[in-house]
């Protein structure tokens, strides 16, 4: 599985411990990028960054981070073909990938801590869609990216 992993300056430390846990689980390749510290950088930059392997191909999943999570789930989800769930608990990051077909995860690195948030990244990792009137729905979600307003 390939994974990539970005954040904004306020979830460096999160971005890290997240980066320990996916070693952890083993198998995953991951890709960061960015950012590495604690200067300013505007999260849109980094969520477009990982959605692009997302959508190229190139990733299998995404995890993006920032202080709360809320502007950066904004900015991936601006991002055709991205589902981007705002997750902070174990529950919602199942039922992003059970239901909505998650394909990045975003946590707020001000929100949330380090065991937190390794729950969080297990459960969504481990759940799969499942299909069914969840796929009728997810493929409504989808579309709505292809609509005009008049």
Do not use: W
């Not at 993006?64 to 999570?69: A, F, K, N, P, S």
């Not at 799969?128 to 493929?139: D, I, L, S, Y």
Request: net charge negative.
């Amino acid at each position: 599985m390939n994974i990539t992993i970005g954040s904004d300056h306020g979830a460096v430390a999160l971005k890290d411990a997240v980066k320990a846990v996916l070693a952890d689980i083993g198998g995953i390749e991951v890709s960061d990028v960015g950012t590495f510290g604690t200067d300013s950088v505007d999260y849109p930059d980094i969520a477009e960054r990982v959605c692009a392997d997302v959508t190229g191909g190139k990733a299998d999943f995404g995890i993006v981070l920032c202080g709360t999570g809320l502007g950066i789930s904004i900015a991936a989800n601006k991002i055709h073909g991205i589902r981007c769930a705002l997750c902070h608990d174990v529950f919602s990051a199942k039922k992003a990938r059970q239901h909505n077909d998650a394909n990045v995860l975003a946590m707020g690195g001000r929100v949330i801590g380090p065991g937190p948030a390794e729950e969080i990244v297990r459960a969504f990792l481990e759940a799969k869609f499942e299909g069914g009137r969840h796929a009728r729905r997810v493929g409504k979600i989808m579309a709505l990216e292809s609509s005009e307003k008049e």
